[in-house]
Each structure stands twice: as structure tokens, then as C-alpha cells.
């Protein structure tokens, strides 16, 4: 009895075994490491319940890789370099192979090189970086890596529109640079001088100011000085409370200009400027009153089912669509390698072309930068026609200006991509 008792016991336990490493086989997680508290953590939470939106909604249609789920496991940085390499040891210890982040560069820069030594030294434990918003170009030029994947536009590319318009408005004959002080500020200030030098060069730079990141409260001396400039125009790359308050100085002042931003449709800035956003301009991938048919009942999930935080009808509706991008073209990685092997499904998504609802888009295989449409819209009030939907409850929403197609955004890159 005591043999045949040892016996159950020994098999139960194998079969057990079995099992937890069934259903840890079947669970491909996915590390979110960016800020979730401070001064940034607002951006951090909203980037995390799009992430955790489409993870549900990859996982309701089945997985990937035959069945496998994604989950989604939050990493506080707090905006720190140093910080999120903690985190990213936080996050291979509990054997997280996969990692996401975009809000820095100078995190992003600091986690590529943490990615690329581990997987050096740990080549039977590789981890892939699937970068979604950290924008200086080098990262996919002379800094690029097999290990890193860039889902947004670089700053050149993001530029290129920017200038192209101002290039196409003669009225502006003086451009004001205000920009955060570390190395994704310097790119967009030193790549608007000169792409307005050689398309404009008639126009006068009448400023290029830097300002500590996540450190100014109250931007009314900045606002004060673009003011006296005579600027008809500003380019900021400004996000988060420093796009907010920015926002908040320039419609307190009355400054009459126009504003091309990278991140002014973001949480929190909408709500600053109120009426104010009214001819405010951004670049991106996506916005609200485009193809109004497919992005609104998915904002509606949204908003209903992810924005807990928001109790007053949700101020932060759908924003990234570069994140529904990514995770579908991960999601596509993973079952065209058949496993979550990081080095199969980094091969996978080498020029990988993907149909979203805006037109292809291409993952540079020779330097891992993906190619996609960039608008160029301006905030004006909601018409019922070509402005629908509104950012934040203000009654202003972005309407296109101008659009460039995925190829055209292409830009030269002195990556030389070195593969395992």
C-alpha cells in the first residue's frame, strides 16, 4: 500500500508538472516598462491600457502561436534610465523574454544597450525590445540593433512633414524652436534648423530654447519670450505635463501662433488648451476623424471597459494607434516563427508588410525602423462633418492638413544591422 500510495503520489505530481509547464508555455508575456507615477505617470497608465486592450482582444480572437496568451506585466520606471534597468532585471528574472517601452529616449538608449550585453552573454535567454514611442533617430541608424524594433516615426521623419508644411505657408517668415532638454529635444530642434535651412531658407530661427524635463511648472517666462520673438510659428516635441502646461501658458497669454507639436493631441493637453487648441497642429500615425467608421466603436470599448482611472466620462480615449499596429504585427511574428522564441520572431518581423485601416505599412528590415502614414492635423471645432469627434469633451478635434504616404517617409539610414 505504502509503495502503490508513493506511486500515485509520484504521478500525480509529474502530471501536475506537466501541467504548470503547459500552462506557463502557454502565456507569452510581455514586460511594459515606462512610468506609472510622477509627473509622467498619467502617459505611463494610458500607454499601459492600450497595450492591455489589445492583448484582450488579440487573446479573445485566440492567441497566437496556437493558442498562446499575451499578458501584459507593468513595470514602474519612473522616467529614469537608471531606473528602468532595474526593471528590465525585475522583468528577466521572472524569465520575461519580451519588453515594451516608449516614453524617453533617453531610456530607450540606455535599454538597448542593456538588451544587446545580456543577449551577448545570455544567448540561450535572448530578450527582443519592441520600441512604440522613443523617437531619436539613431536608435534605427548608426545605433541600430538586431534586438530592437521601432513601431513609431523617428524624429527626422516626423520633421520632414512638419517643415514640408511650413514650407507650403509663406505667411510664416519666423519659427521658434522650444524643446525638453535631453537627446530626443536636441534631435527635433537640430533636424527642424536644418530641414527649414534647406526647403525655407528664407525663414528666421528666433529662437532655440531648452528646458529641464518634467521640472517647470509654470511656463508663462517661455511662452513670454516666443511671444517677444514675433514667431509666427513653434515646433515643440513637448509630451506629457510638459506639453499640458506649455498648453496651459500659451492660452493664458493669448499668443497669437501656430504650434506643430509631436504629442499635443496627448492626455491632458486637449483639456489645458481648451478652446485655445483651436489651430493647434501634431504629427502622428493616427487621429480621431480618420476612417470614422472602424476606429470609433473599438474607441468606444475603450473608453468604457479601460479608462477605470477616468470617472467623468473618460478623458483619455484611444490615442496610440501605432500600439493596435505593433501588437498586431507581433501578433502576426508570433505565429508566423510558431513559437516565443525572441531570436524566431525578430526574423519574423523583418520586413514585415502589414494592411491597417490607413494604408500598408513596411518593417524596415535592414534597420528595423517601420514605415507608416504620417498625418499632419490641425485642432479645429467639431463641425459634424469633417471633425466628429472631439479630444477630451473640449469640442475641438484634429482634422487632416496633409498626409504622407508610408514610403515617403523613408528617410536615409547609416544603420549596418548586425544578426546573430
Known amino acids: 500500500m505504502k509503495l502503490k500510495s508513493l506511486f500515485l503520489l509520484l504521478a500525480g505530481a509529474f502530471v501536475f508538472s506537466l501541467f504548470s509547464t503547459a500552462m506557463a508555455a502557454g502565456t507569452i508575456k510581455i514586460a511594459y516598462i515606462d512610468p506609472l507615477s510622477g509627473a509622467f505617470g498619467d502617459v505611463g497608465d494610458a500607454g499601459n491600457k492600450h497595450f492591455k486592450f489589445m492583448a484582450d482582444k488579440i487573446?479573445?480572437?485566440?492567441?497566437?502561436?496556437?493558442?498562446?496568451?499575451?499578458?501584459?506585466?507593468?513595470?514602474?520606471?519612473?522616467?529614469?534610465?537608471?531606473?528602468?534597468?532595474?526593471?528590465?532585471?525585475h522583468a528577466i528574472d521572472q524569465d520575461i523574454r519580451f519588453i515594451t517601452q516608449g516614453n524617453g529616449s533617453s531610456v530607450a538608449g540606455a535599454l538597448i544597450e542593456a538588451v544587446k550585453k545580456?543577449?551577448?552573454?545570455?544567448?540561450?535567454?535572448?530578450?527582443?525590445?519592441f520600441n512604440y514611442a522613443a523617437v531619436t533617430p539613431s536608435f534605427t541608424e548608426e545605433g541600430c540593433d538586431f534586438w530592437h524594433f521601432r513601431f513609431d516615426?523617428?524624429?527626422?521623419?516626423?520633421?520632414?512633414?512638419?517643415?514640408d508644411a511650413i514650407k507650403n505657408t509663406p505667411s510664416i517668415k519666423k519659427v521658434y524652436l522650444l524643446n525638453m532638454d535631453y537627446v530626443f529635444g536636441h534631435s527635433v530642434s537640430s533636424n527642424s534648423k536644418a530641414m527649414l535651412k534647406e526647403k525655407r531658407p528664407d525663414i528666421e530661427i528666433v529662437g532655440d530654447t531648452f528646458h529641464p524635463i518634467g521640472k517647470i511648472k509654470d511656463f508663462s517666462p517661455y511662452v513670454a519670450k516666443?511671444?517677444?520673438?514675433?514667431?509666427?510659428?513653434?515646433?515643440?516635441?513637448?509630451?506629457?505635463?510638459?506639453?499640458?502646461?506649455?498648453?496651459?501658458?500659451?492660452?493664458?497669454?493669448?499668443?497669437?501662433?501656430?504650434?506643430?507639436?509631436?504629442?499635443?493631441?496627448?492626455?491632458?493637453?486637449?483639456?489645458?488648451?481648451?478652446?485655445g487648441v483651436d489651430g493647434l497642429r501634431q504629427v502622428t500615425e493616427w487621429h480621431d476623424n480618420l476612417?470614422?467608421?472602424?476606429?470609433?466603436?473599438?474607441?468606444?470599448?475603450?473608453?468604457?471597459?479601460?479608462?477605470?482611472?477616468?470617472?467623468?466620462?473618460?478623458?483619455?480615449?484611444?490615442?496610440?494607434?501605432?500600439?493596435?499596429?505593433?501588437?498586431?504585427?507581433?501578433?502576426?511574428a508570433f505565429n508566423k516563427a510558431g513559437s516565443a522564441d525572441p531570436k524566431a520572431v525578430a526574423y519574423a518581423l523583418e520586413g514585415m508588410e502589414h494592411d491597417t485601416y490607413y494604408g500598408k505599412v513596411i518593417?524596415?528590415?535592414?534597420?528595423?525602423?517601420?514605415?507608416?502614414?504620417?498625418?499632419?492635423?490641425?485642432?479645429?471645432?467639431?463641425?459634424?462633418?469633417?471633425v466628429v469627434y472631439d479630444r477630451e469633451n473640449t469640442g475641438y478635434g484634429p482634422t487632416s492638413e496633409s498626409k504622407t504616404d508610408s514610403m515617403d517617409t523613408a528617410v536615409p539610414s547609416s544603420c549596418k544591422m548586425v544578426r546573430p
Open 59 to 89: 487573446n479573445a480572437a485566440g492567441g497566437v502561436a496556437g493558442g498562446m496568451m499575451i499578458e501584459i506585466v507593468p513595470f514602474d520606471n519612473k522616467i529614469s534610465a537608471k531606473e528602468s534597468l532595474v526593471q528590465l532585471k
Open 291 to 332: 476612417s470614422i467608421e472602424e476606429n470609433q466603436p473599438e474607441d468606444a470599448v475603450f473608453r468604457k471597459e479601460y479608462n477605470d482611472k477616468f470617472s467623468d466620462g473618460g478623458k483619455a480615449p484611444w490615442y496610440y494607434g501605432r500600439i493596435r499596429t505593433m501588437m498586431e504585427m507581433v501578433a502576426k
Open 153 to 163: 516615426a523617428h524624429v527626422a521623419m516626423k520633421i520632414a512633414a512638419i517643415t
Open 118 to 129: 545580456h543577449n551577448q552573454r545570455n544567448p540561450d535567454k535572448t530578450v527582443l525590445y
Open 226 to 275: 516666443i511671444k517677444k520673438s514675433g514667431a509666427q510659428a513653434v515646433i515643440t516635441g513637448n509630451w506629457g505635463a510638459d506639453m499640458s502646461l506649455l498648453g496651459k501658458a500659451v492660452k493664458e497669454s493669448g499668443l497669437d501662433a501656430s504650434f506643430y507639436t509631436f504629442y499635443a493631441g496627448g492626455l491632458g493637453s486637449p483639456t489645458a488648451l481648451g478652446d
Open 363 to 386: 518593417m524596415g528590415a535592414h534597420d528595423h525602423q517601420l514605415l507608416q502614414p504620417l498625418y499632419i492635423s490641425r485642432f479645429t471645432k467639431v463641425d459634424g462633418k469633417k
